[in-house]
C-alpha cells in the first residue's frame, strides 16, 4: 500500500509560482513511476509529468514542458512539481499518483497508476 499526501496549492496571480509536494510512503516496491495529474472541473483528468524512481527519466506534457518541474528528493519520500509562470488555464485539482513500474511508459494514462492522493488545489487569477 502506498500513502500519498500533497500539499502546496494555494490561490496566485497569473505569471506567479507554486511548488507542489507530494509525501510518498508505505510499500516495499524497489522501483515505481510517479506522477503528477490535474483536473478542472468539467474536465478529463490529465497527466502533466511523471518521474520514473529507477532512472530519474521525466516526462511531460506538451502543454507545461517549459514551465513545470518535477522532482524527487534525495531520499526519495517526497515528490515535487514546480509551476513557473502560472496561467488562469492551469487552474486545477493537482494529484500525485504512483504505479509499480519500473519505467513511465504510459505515464500520462491515469488507469495505469494505483494509487492516489486527495490532491491539492491550484486557482490561477488574471
Known amino acids: 500500500q502506498v500513502l500519498l499526501v500533497e500539499s502546496g496549492g494555494g490561490s496566485v496571480q497569473a505569471g506567479g509560482s507554486l511548488r507542489l509536494s507530494c509525501a510518498v510512503s508505505?510499500?516495499?516496491?524497489?522501483?515505481?513511476?510517479l506522477g503528477w495529474f490535474r483536473q478542472a472541473p468539467g474536465k478529463e483528468r490529465e497527466g502533466v509529468a511523471a518521474?520514473?524512481?529507477?532512472?530519474?527519466?521525466?516526462h511531460y506534457a506538451d502543454s507545461v514542458t517549459d514551465r513545470f518541474t518535477i522532482s524527487q528528493d534525495n531520499a526519495k519520500n517526497t515528490l515535487f512539481l514546480q509551476i513557473n509562470g502560472l496561467k488562469p488555464e492551469d487552474t486545477a485539482m493537482y494529484y500525485c499518483?504512483?504505479?509499480?513500474?519500473?519505467?513511465?511508459?504510459?505515464?500520462?494514462?491515469?488507469?495505469?497508476?494505483?494509487?492516489w492522493g486527495q490532491g491539492t488545489q491550484v486557482t490561477v487569477s488574471s
Open positions: 499518483a504512483a504505479a509499480i513500474y519500473d519505467t513511465c511508459t504510459y505515464w500520462s494514462r491515469a488507469g495505469e497508476f494505483g494509487y
Open positions: 508505505g510499500g516495499t516496491y524497489p522501483y515505481m513511476c
Open positions: 518521474l520514473s524512481t529507477r532512472n530519474g527519466v521525466t
